[in-house]
């Protein structure tokens, strides 16, 4: 076998400045309307969630927001990543493509969260924030909100979806050996949970369930406030590192990618990757930008663009997003992370406007791509990560059949290695696909607010 090929970049090469595309975007944002009044949300109505620096760049309008020399220190821990070519897995699939892929999982929580969970808790413990409280899906937020609270000396409690919270009992441990205090989501400790618990005590949770808890949770506490892990325009903000990183480690390549991949679920690890080269589209530059999302939970490809709640208990502000309803209920799939009912308003809104494409695959397809690429290039992917893989492959296939050159970058989010049991699943022929029935969309979608 040929061996990998790695383009490091050193230390210097951090970026100094997050990219935030909202000034360059070619149409407007839609604004986000207050929960119960259902005006327009000022920085004093969100004061009680987020601290105002974080506020300001929700809303921000300048193109580049400078890094903290505090939180580039801390990224200096696994930043910069690095970029392979994946040449054993070109060879393997006999593809004139060049597949290119960055890896976060090199980060001490082996994903991409660290890079807006560290300057989160920078944030917080800047304004006098003592606690913070968030929720998490398969963990890989709430492990890296968990460090970040470490590092800053915050309290931190994490609403786990309670499927994962058995199915990823490791996560939980990595949370706790970081010093946060875990729990199932829904859980007794809140108003929001004892309702949903009373509804059905068996309920297997959901990311929009854990938000309601961590709100209600933040808002109650004078000491406290909410992080959260994706979705928002500062988390998306901080995550473009990422894409930074990668378009200087594809000049060292000699290459510019024809299509970037990164698989979704609120939308961050995609939009820190691909937000700097939908830049580079933006000023002329052709490639395409695909989104992949499982198709239990396929917000972009079968949800509608409108107005919802982020959360089933109507606490978070309404956001326009492609949504499968704010009630939806996601199957138990492995890909913990994207099981979210909600899509980014910012990649949303880029969807809607044709900028970027989506694609949904099921979860033995994905779990087949994970496998070909750890046989290959050596790393389990994280059951999230594999969706992008899955793509990848496909487009290398494609550009097989089409006898074309096709140089192709995806986001290689976080390594599987608290997966294995979906590994297990899938190799002993266990996992079970689910594709989400029109009616149930349909149901989710009754409850919608009107706007």
């Not at 899906?137 to 915050?154: D, E, V, Y």
């Not at 490809?301 to 209920?329: Q, S």
């Not at 992008?388 to 050159?405: F, Q, S, T």
């Not at 590994?423 to 689910?434: M, T």
């Amino acid at each position: 076998m040929m061996s990998q090929v790695k383009f490091l970049l050193d230390e210097s090469k951090i970026p100094k400045d997050w990219y935030n595309i909202i000034p360059d975007l070619p149409f407007p944002l839609p604004p986000v309307y207050h929960p119960v009044t259902l005006q327009p949300v000022s920085p004093e109505d969100l004061a009680p969630i987020f601290p105002m620096e974080l506020i300001k760049q929700e809303v921000s309008t300048e193109r580049y927001i400078e890094i903290p020399e505090e939180v580039r220190k801390i990224y200096k821990l696994w930043r910069p990543t690095p970029l392979f070519r994946a040449v054993n897995l070109e060879k393997y699939l006999d593809t004139p493509a060049h597949i290119y892929y960055k890896y976060e999982g090199v980060s001490p929580p082996g994903s991409h969260k660290p890079n807006t969970a560290v300057a989160q808790a920078f944030y917080n413990k800047l304004e006098g924030v003592k606690r913070l409280t968030t929720e998490t899906g398969a963990g890989q937020w709430g492990s890296a909100l968990a460090m970040a609270c470490n590092f800053f000396k915050l309290e931190c409690k994490v609403y786990m979806v309670k499927v994962s919270y058995y199915q990823k009992p490791y996560r939980r441990s990595l949370m706790e050996i970081w010093g946060a205090k875990v729990v199932p989501s829904p859980s007794p400790d809140t108003e929001a949970g004892k309702k949903i618990l009373e509804q059905d005590p068996e309920s297997p949770g959901s990311l929009g369930v854990a938000i309601s808890e961590a709100v209600e949770d933040a808002v109650k506490r004078d000491d406290t406030k909410y992080s959260l892990g994706s979705v928002l325009n500062h988390v998306l903000l901080h995550q473009t590192v990422i894409g930074e990183e990668a378009l200087l480690q594809m000049e060292m390549a000699g290459e510019f990618p024809d299509v970037v991949i990164g698989c979704v679920g609120g939308g961050s690890n995609f939009a820190g990757l691909s937000f700097p080269f939908i830049r580079e589209k933006f000023k002329g530059k052709k490639i395409r930008v695909v989104a992949v999302e499982p198709e239990s939970c396929p917000s972009l490809t079968k949800g509608v663009y409108t107005y919802d709640y982020g959360d089933v208990a109507k606490m978070t502000p309404l956001l326009k997003m492609y949504t499968l309803g704010h009630n939806f209920i996601p199957p138990a799939i492995h890909a913990g992370g994207l099981r979210y009912h909600g899509m980014a308003p910012l990649v949303s809104a880029l969807y809607h406007n044709g900028y970027i494409e989506a694609v949904a695959y099921p979860q033995t397809k994905v779990f087949e791509a994970g496998v070909i690429f750890a046989r290959t290039e050596g790393i389990v992917p994280a059951p999230e990560s594999t969706h992008a893989i899955r793509a990848a492959i496909d487009e290398a296939l494609d550009a097989k059949e089409k006898g074309e050159k096709r140089v192709i970058l995806f986001n290689l989010s976080g390594h599987g290695f608290f997966d294995l049991s979906a590994y297990d699943q899938y190799l002993s022929g266990k996992l079970e696909d689910y594709f989400y029935p029109k009616d149930k969309v349909e149901e989710a979608l009754k409850e919608l607010p009107k706007i």
